[in-house]
């Protein structure tokens, strides 16, 4: 009797056994040819800007960076770019030291190179198109017509 169970154990067990693996490898080849058929080639990627067009300026503003068109311009881009978004200096407005400070807290903390001559030509380049604009808040408003609210 024993033997009997025992036979129809091993047997429950290989359906078993058989049974799992099969899932396995109906579930392996979906995750699979669902992950393979997502993926792009690499001709199907867009280019976001080619080369041709990188040197492109219009009405004053380096197209790819957004940097004013102006002498230094290369040089900024060349030695800011490489470490973050172009965005992130035409965005600010500092004095002539407070693009120096900027450089040396880079230096200091964010292993940016020593600049060299072309320094002075960057910080020209800022100084002269990323300044302080001199708008403070806005004017105070007159000849309002006021009306309370109920």
């Known amino acids: 009797m024993e033997d009997k169970f025992q036979k129809q154990v091993n047997a429950f067990s290989k359906v078993l056994l058989s049974f799992i693996i099969l899932i396995l490898v ?3 080849g979906l995750y699979h040819w669902a992950n393979h058929k997502s993926k792009p080639k690499i001709e199907d990627i867009p280019l976001e800007e080619s080369n041709e067009d990188f040197d492109k300026v219009e009405n004053g503003i380096h197209v790819a960076t957004g940097f004013v068109d102006d002498k230094g311009m ?3 881009i060349q030695n800011c770019t490489s470490c973050h978004s172009a965005k992130l200096v035409t965005q600010n ?4 030291e407070g693009w120096k400070a900027a450089i040396r807290w880079m230096q200091e903390t964010q292993n940016l190179w020593d600049l060299g001559a072309n320094e002075e030509l960057i910080l020209t ?3 002269k198109n990323y300044a302080p604009t001199d708008k403070g808040r806005r004017q105070n408003l007159e000849n309002i017509d006021w009306y309370e609210l109920k």
């Open 125 to 127: 380049y800022l100084t």
């Open 26 to 28: 109906v579930f392996g």
């Open 93 to 96: 407005r500092m004095s002539r």
């Open 74 to 76: 290369e040089v900024t």
